[in-house]
């Protein structure tokens, strides 16, 4: 199971942190990935990180702005969100284990329930 965490309301130009929490061991050997849902629109890829943390992959809209780590240790990713627009305003969703390319929402096999992050300009 993912729990996703942290989202909130924030003025433009601000930060959060959300976190995505797991149980179970196979969590540090897999691949978790953040999407968002901004309303009306499809999901979308935003970052993802590999399951040692070596290697990180970002939405070229979010690049520079948006950090994604991870601690095994602790069975949590966290996503640093930072210099918010208001089109970040999206249900942001963590996922793990894709079972194809890490940018592509349908392979992967769990999900989190998403947590609300609104940005007002």
């Known amino acids: 199971q993912l729990q996703a965490s942290g989202g909130g309301l924030v003025q433009a130009g601000g930060s959060l942190s959300l976190s995505c929490a797991a149980s179970?061991?196979?969590?540090?050997?897999?691949?978790v990935g953040w999407f968002r849902r901004a309303p009306g629109e499809e999901r979308e890829f935003v970052a993802a990180?590999?399951?040692?943390?070596?290697?990180?992959y970002y939405a070229d809209s979010v690049k520079g702005r948006f950090t994604i780590s991870r601690d095994n240790a602790k069975n949590t990713v966290y996503l640093q969100i930072g210099s918010l627009k208001p089109e970040d305003t999206a249900v942001y969703y963590c996922a793990a284990q894709p079972i194809g390319p890490y940018y592509a929402a349908s392979t992967y096999r769990y999900w989190g329930q998403g947590t609300l992050v609104t940005v007002s300009s």
């Open positions: 990180i590999t399951y040692s943390g070596a290697n990180t």
């Open positions: 179970g061991r196979t969590f540090s050997s897999a691949t």
